[in-house]
């Protein structure tokens, strides 16, 4: 079925994209993630890849030509498509659309002519003043649905420069640096650090100093209710603990309040940040229990991050029990009844969105692939010899998990059914080998991709997967470095893990489970010698890979890895 692609917002502000050039043509055959158009922005030139794969039937705005967002862009489809409604309704859309603006402008002229003939308003709350600009949370990666910041680099009253990085924001896919397309003063910050919000709410506000920066926020809501600031919500930076608006709020509208606290000012109320406050609510603390380390004893974050409840002693009472016996018996030893005393508590963590992609992802796979699971044990003799070889060379390390990699590459050559992905009508066997490694980080797993790791050496996969595996950690990893992988290895055998099962990495078929080198006894030639073997568990969706074809997989690897030099062929 074809695809419609429109013209992409690739910035905040941007409304208009021109074509600089298009790096396909009308039926040229697209892969998802080729780059199918540069596009000039309102700020850059930037390169457009493809999210669908087929052939590109129709290319809707030529080069050097300039379109709104979201009108007709080109389409993509299978070849011979009829693709002729597509692009009528795609062409009434825009006319409608365009013709809606007109009318609009045109109301709007005509509203702006009386109103300024009958003299009865110059109010324009409802415009952003010249030199300030809103900016919004961006889309960072094609699947960003909602951003969190992780880090502020600026604070309020700081001056900004254009190309200066402003924040560090964590995707569904990574974290990185957002930076500033403005300068001026950062006047506000609408996210505080570890907050969320969906892509284009508003992030921050830059311009120039004595901004009325509420009136802009109020310009901003269509109902025309100005939105609290957050300008203050760094953790540097609390807010002053009440605003003229507050002092005339009911108690009963407030819901931590006390008639009597020791964090608590003359009205009742307690003194803390709205941060403060947040997490408070967030993590069920008591305000009235937490010390305020701030002016007069005011509540601020760090106070209730760092806050422990603390354990009420209950006194138990024990009581000896004993039991009359005859005289001439000796009396049992006295029994005391003991009752443990403690406070149940839990933690609540915030999940990061790596988690919460991560979690969506693996369940969509475990629901939607029939898993099964084959084992193989491998002597791992000749490939620690092998392998000591090797890292006997100069500035060479290579592990065994590249081994690993290396082998099942191989492997894959000759098994192509297990380098596929199941599509519906069509089961798609892909010609090129990208081998995703599995790399845990602090909030989850992260799996970098490995381009056409059959065509690399041992010591070229040693090197780029250390690469990899650290921009990991560091969060560092670009979308780029993640997508299109045709089989993935994950390796728990560092933690002394001999076996386990994995969760296919979609759209994969199979995912390979790496367990440790263990020394044990082994038969050989009818006697019974030391050994060192490994299992290796194949994940298969039997959708596309059955049971005879995984296992003829496996005994490949099995052989590569028995008999390293077959490798270096």
């Given amino acids: 079925m074809a695809e419609v692609v429109n013209m992409p917002r690739l910035s905040d502000t941007m ?95 005509k509203s702006t002519s009386k109103e300024e003939a009958s003299e009865e308003t110059d109010d324009d709350d409802s415009e952003v003043p010249d030199g300030v600009e809103v900016v919004t949370m961006p889309r960072l990666s094609d699947t960003m649905e909602e951003g969190t910041v992780s880090t502020w680099l600026k604070s309020v009253g700081d001056d900004v420069k254009e190309g200066e990085i402003l924040a560090e924001i964590e995707t569904d896919k990574a974290t990185m640096e957002f930076e500033s397309f403005y300068t001026g003063k950062l006047l506000y910050i609408g996210i505080a650090e570890g907050e969320s919000a969906p892509v284009d709410d508003v992030l921050a506000v830059i311009g120039p100093e004595g901004t009325d920066v ?113 005289k001439e018996k000796p009396s049992l030893p006295v029994a005391e009844l003991y009752t443990p005393v403690g406070e149940e508590s839990f933690e609540d963590v915030k999940n990061s969105q ?21 084992n193989i044990e491998v002597d791992m003799e000749n490939a620690m010899a092998s392998r000591s070889h090797i890292n006997d060379m100069p500035d060479v390390k290579v592990s065994f998990n590249d081994l690993v990699i ?17 599509d519906g009508e069509v089961t798609k066997i892909a010609n090129h080998i990208h081998v995703g490694v599995a790399v845990a980080v602090d909030e989850g ?72 080198i263990v020394e044990k006894p082994v038969v050989k030639k009818g006697e019974i010698v030391v050994g060192h073997t490994m299992i290796l568990t194949l994940a298969c969706d039997h959708r596309t890979v059955d049971g005879a074809t995984g296992a003829k997989f496996l005994q490949t690897l099995k052989i590569y890895l028995e008999n390293p030099v077959t490798m270096l062929a």
């Fill in 354 to 374: 790596m988690r919460k992609t991560i979690a969506k992802r693996l369940l969509e796979s475990k629901n939607s692939a029939p898993h099964y699971y084959l």
């Fill in 15 to 109: 409304e208009e994209g021109v074509v600089a050039k298009w790096l396909k043509q009308k039926g040229d055959k697209v892969a998802e993630g080729e780059i199918l158009a540069e596009i000039e922005t309102d700020k850059a030139t930037m390169e457009f890849e493809s999210f669908h794969d087929g052939v590109l039937l129709h290319i809707g705005v030529e080069e050097g030509e300039g379109a709104p967002v979201d009108t007709l862009l080109a389409i993509i489809g299978e070849e011979g498509e009829d693709i002729n409604d597509l692009i009528k309704n795609s062409g009434k859309e825009n006319s409608s659309h365009g013709k809606t603006e007109e009318s609009e402008a045109v109301d709007s002229t």
């Fill in 445 to 516: 797993l992260l799996v970098p991709v490995l381009k056409f790791a059959d065509q690399q050496s041992l010591t070229q996969i040693g090197s780029n997967v250390k690469n990899l595996a650290g921009k990991a950690k560091n969060k560092k990893l670009q979308p780029n470095e993640m997508e299109g992988s045709t089989f993935t290895v994950s390796n728990l055998g560092m933690f002394g893990i001999t076996e386990f099962t994995s969760i296919i990495n979609q759209p994969n078929s199979a995912i390979l489970s790496v367990g440790t």
């Fill in 406 to 422: 290396k082998a099942s590459a191989m492997a894959l050559r000759k098994h192509p059914q297990v380098n596929s992905s199941w």
């Fill in 214 to 326: 509420d009136k802009v926020l109020k310009s901003l809501k269509p109902e025309g209710k100005s939105s609290k600031s957050k300008s203050d919500s760094s953790s540097d930076k609390e807010s002053e603990p009440f605003s003229e608006e507050t002092k005339d709020v009911p108690k009963a509208t407030t819901s931590l309040e006390l008639d009597v606290d020791e964090n608590a000012d003359e009205q009742g109320r307690i003194l803390a940040s709205p941060l403060a406050k947040k997490i408070a609510e967030d993590k069920g603390i008591d305000l009235r229990k937490v010390s305020g380390s701030g002016d007069h004893g005011r509540i601020v974050k760090k106070d209730v991050e760092n806050f422990k409840p603390s354990v009420q002693a209950v006194e138990v009472k024990t009581e000896k029990v004993s039991i009359e016996e005859p």
